[in-house]
Antibody, heavy 119, light 108 residues
Framework: EVQLVESGGGLVQPGGSLRLSCAAS????????MYWVRQPPGKGLMWISR????????TYADSVEGRFTISRDNAKSTLYLQMNSLEVEDTAVFFC????????????WGRGTLVTVSS | EIVLTQSPGTLSLSAGERATLSCRTS???????FAWYQQHPGQAPRVLIY???TRAAGIPDRFSGSGSGTDFTLTISRLEPEDFAVYYC?????????FGQGTKVEIK
């Protein structure tokens, strides 16, 4: 089955760290650019980071630049998001998403993992 | 950054009615790199339309997308019960990718 499954969310104190994972299956992971998108409770979607298919190029939203690091292990078909210096405003469901290799839209999403930053 | 503004914020309709959702962008979206997504509570977004007008695999033909440049429209010709959800537009022409704030289609 073609799918993305996120894990690693949970409750963390402000200033803390968390590492999210996104396990891909059913397709050639190494052929796709991958993205992280977050959604605060009751709010809309916001792109936060992307990584090229070979991992050589990464980009971040201004709100997470310097605090979050995206990476991937193509041998394990897994995407990661290392989140440091977490703030209350980072509380959200985090989704990983796959970019279509030709049309570039987000054509496959995981179900998301909830990150709660609170003291 | 391209800003996407969706209207209306909420659309109250009955099953069988036609829904028309709008998304306006602050700059022209090149190559029609524009998509529509549907999201039910607690679920991941699902792509409905990409390239502004192309239905994604498995999407019923009651969903259609139109527009170009800075004005885009999603039309649901006859609402089915499962269509009541939140809809987001996305531009993927430029970085950062940006979404609209969403339109909620609710049962009247």
């Amino acid at each position: 089955e073609v799918q993305l499954v996120e894990s690693g969310g949970g409750l963390v104190q402000p200033g803390g760290s968390l590492r999210l994972s996104c396990a891909a299956s059913g397709f050639t992971f190494s052929s796709h650019w991958m993205y992280w998108v977050r959604q605060p409770p009751g709010k809309g979607l916001m792109w936060i980071s992307r990584i090229s298919s070979d991992g050589s190029s990464t980009t971040y939203a201004d709100s997470v630049e310097g605090r979050f690091t995206i990476s991937r292990d193509n041998a394990k078909s897994t995407l990661y998001l290392q989140m440091n210096s977490l703030e209350v405003e980072d509380t959200a469901v985090f989704f990983c998403a796959r970019a279509h290799p030709i049309s570039w839209h987000f054509d496959l999403w995981g179900r998301g993992t909830l990150v709660t930053v609170s003291s | 950054e391209i800003v996407l503004t969706q209207s209306p914020g909420t659309l109250s309709l009955s099953a069988g009615e036609r829904a028309t959702l709008s998304c306006r962008t602050s700059q022209s979206v090149r190559d029609n790199h524009f998509a529509w997504y549907q999201q039910h509570p607690g679920q991941a977004p699902r792509v409905l339309i990409y390239g502004a007008t192309t239905r994604a695999a498995g999407i019923p033909d009651r969903f259609s997308g139109s527009g170009s440049g800075t004005d885009f429209t999603l039309t649901i010709s006859r609402l089915e019960p499962e269509d009541f959800a939140v809809y987001y537009c996305l531009q993927y022409a430029d970085s950062p990718r940006t979404f609209g704030q969403g339109t909620k289609v609710e049962i009247k």
